[in-house]
Nanobody
Framework: QVQLVESGGGLVQAGGSLRLSCAASGRTFSTNRMGWFRQAPGKEREFVAAIRWSWSGGNIYYTDSVKGRFTISRDNGKNTVYLQMNSLKPEDTAVYYC??????????????????WGQGTQVTVSS
């Protein structure tokens, strides 16, 4: 099992920044991909960003609406993944969830390809 704990959410004005953190513990050696999803009220959970790693290298993915504004990164030593969010917009308001996968599938944008989820952290962007 892998446990994920998010932190860093809050209230910010449009144009501001926040950094989310996701600390992983447990069988972290079994995971090869971590990501962030978000869910706004009345909407489905949607993909935001993911980072994949392997012995041969890694990849980073973003949904189009956050490219150039959000940055996902990973600190191996701390088993922590970060989501730096800049130039925030009211439409970024949502509960943000950290997630991890043990699978080798490519479809990183699908919630069904992840095995573990955090409890979520609220991000609210005021206009």
């Amino acid at each position: 099992q892998v446990q994920l704990v998010e932190s860093g959410g809050g209230l910010v004005q449009a144009g501001g920044s926040l950094r989310l953190s996701c600390a992983a513990s447990g069988r972290t050696f079994s995971t090869n991909r971590m990501g962030w999803f978000r869910q706004a009220p009345g909407k489905e959970r949607e993909f935001v960003a993911a980072i994949r790693w392997s012995w041969s290298g890694g990849n980073i993915y973003y949904t189009d609406s956050v490219k150039g504004r959000f940055t996902i990164s990973r600190d191996n030593g701390k088993n922590t993944v970060y989501l730096q969010m800049n130039s925030l917009k009211p439409e970024d308001t949502a509960v943000y969830y950290c997630t991890a996968s043990e699978r080798s599938t490519y479809d990183y944008w699908e919630t069904s390809t992840y095995d573990y989820w955090g409890q979520g952290t609220q991000v609210t962007v005021s206009s």
